[in-house]
Each structure stands twice: as C-alpha cells, then as structure tokens.
Nanobody, 115 residues
Framework: QVQLVESGGGLVQPGGSLRLSCAAS????????MGWYRQAPGRARDLVAR???????IYADSVKGRFTISRDNAKNAVYLQMNSLKLEDTAVYYC?????????WGQGTQVAVSS
C-alpha cells in the first residue's frame, strides 16, 4: 500500500507562518490527487486544499488567500504554505492521496496557533 508522512507542524503565534510537507512512498500505482485536511477537537475532518496532477486546486473558503498548496509529481510530494495563521487554524492536519481507486492518509501533524 501507500504510506504518507507529514512534517512541518508546530506551535506558532497568530499571524505567523508554517510550511507543511508530505511525501508518499510504497506501492504507488498512479496518484491522481493529493490534499490536506484538518480536524479540530469536536469537529469533523474538513478539506483544506486539494490539487490534482494537472495542477488544478481547490481551497476551503476559510483559507483562501492565506494558504497555498503545491505539488511535486516526480517526488509524489505535496506542500501547504500557511500564512497569516489564525487561532481557528489550530487542528491536526492530515495529508491525503488518491492512488487509483483508494484513498490514503498520513498520521497527521499538529498545528497550534496560540499567543
């Protein structure tokens, strides 16, 4: 199967920035899309941003203009640049990838925005 490993989470002050990275490895057949989701305590896991192999992107309204998703298809990697972070961005962020007809998830990385 496919394994996903995230990195780059941590504690930042409001208005600060973080860059998340995720790399896929294992029995990859053909990854068509990669993305980032987040889950705050007591809430559902929600889409943050998604990118397909052709480069098209989609963002949650709450992060438009602040977050940027990018992808390196050759490395099977996806990145999330997060700027102007707000308290409500605090969550566990999960990397995702779709390989053929299956979805895979990373273990998650904690992002905490606090003064």
């Amino acid at each position: 199967q496919v394994q996903l490993v995230e990195s780059g989470g941590g504690l930042v002050q409001p208005g600060g920035s973080l860059r998340l990275s995720c790399a896929a490895s294992g029995s990859i057949r053909s990854i068509s899309a990669m993305g980032w989701y987040r889950q705050a305590p007591g809430r559902a896991r929600d889409l943050v941003a998604r990118i397909i192999s052709g480069g098209s992107t989609i963002y949650a309204d709450s992060v438009k203009g602040r977050f940027t998703i990018s992808r390196d298809n050759a490395k099977n990697a996806v990145y999330l640049q997060m700027n102007s972070l707000k308290l409500e961005d605090t969550a566990v962020y999960y990397c995702s990838a779709r390989d053929w007809d299956k979805n895979y998830w990373g273990q998650g990385t904690q992002v905490a925005v606090s003064s």
